[in-house]
């Protein structure tokens, strides 16, 4: 019979190490994720979106995020400050629409974002090295949460398998390293 440990675990067994090796690799990838682009990035962006049609700011935030599959999220403290100085330079006009000011090109707007055709952030993202990076935090803390679970609720057999599986699972990983 197994004894239950008071934080969940079992008797004898280092679970704690298991939650801590979550924490070390959440705390990674946080590091990592959400990149940071340069003025120049979110001044494309920006110019890239608003060729295609007017938007307000926060629109042009989450069609960054989204055309960037989630590896860049550009804050509203660059978006605001880029919109201005475009407005400032004469390449963006803005309206007032239920309540929000919305942006569009203006003609010289229009020839700057003509001649940046083709070089929006998001494309350099994709062809960039670890493009997608993004996805390799979740798939690693949904992979350290069923192990965890495994035990926690294991038995001793399950546990077992499951470590063989996270060995083989670690070697695959080393091995796609390996070939490029």
């Known amino acids: ?17 298991v939650w801590q090796a979550m924490d070390e690799l959440r705390a990674r990838f946080d590091k990592r994720s959400g990149s940071r682009a340069g003025r120049g990035e979110v001044r494309a962006a920006v110019l890239a979106l608003l060729a295609e049609q007017p938007m307000h700011g926060y629109q042009i935030i989450r069609e960054i995020e989204e055309r960037s599959h989630g590896n860049w999220k550009p804050s509203a403290g660059s978006i605001y400050p880029t919109l201005q100085l475009l407005a400032d330079e004469g390449m963006v006009d803005t309206e007032e629409a239920n309540g929000r000011k919305v942006y569009s090109l203006t003609e010289a707007g229009r020839e700057e974002a003509e001649e940046a055709k083709g070089s929006a952030p998001w494309d350099a993202e994709s062809a960039a090295p670890g493009a997608g990076f993004a996805v390799l935090p979740k798939a690693g803390m949904e992979l350290a949460q069923a192990a965890a679970q495994v035990g926690r609720t294991g038995s001793p057999e399950q546990v077992k398998e499951a470590a063989a599986v996270l060995d083989e699972a670690r070697r695959k990983l080393y091995s796609i390293l390996a070939q490029g």
């Open 1 to 17: 019979m197994r004894n239950p440990h008071p934080a969940g675990g079992f008797a004898g067994s280092n679970f704690d190490g």
